[in-house]
């Protein structure tokens, strides 16, 4: 009886060991999974943050053309005639 019940724990003891071992492996792979989404996610978020500053810089540059005084006055001469003229109707 000592050895039945010697064998019932060894049986027990591989079973729970491959339980343990399945667990372990599916739980590296889903750590190997978020490790690469996050590694992507992190590469897409910089890459955003790049082309939002080279955004900033083409606004300033923008700011900066439109205020400067070379094109100052120019609103005046030019913006009335792209304004539509409109007939009434009676």
């Not at 339980?19 to 999974?33: F, H, I, V």
């Not at 590694?39 to 790049?50: H, I």
């Amino acid at each position: 009886e000592a050895k039945a019940k010697a064998l019932q724990a060894k049986a027990d003891a591989e079973g729970d060991l491959k339980d343990t071992t399945d667990t372990r492996d599916a739980d590296q792979k889903y750590l190997d999974d978020l490790t690469a989404t996050c590694v992507q996610k992190a590469s897409d978020f910089e890459s955003r943050q790049q082309l939002r500053a080279e955004e900033l810089e083409a606004i300033t540059k923008a700011i900066e053309i439109i205020s400067s005084g070379a094109v100052a006055g120019n609103a005046d001469k030019h913006l009335p005639s792209l304004a539509q003229q409109g007939t009434v109707l009676a």
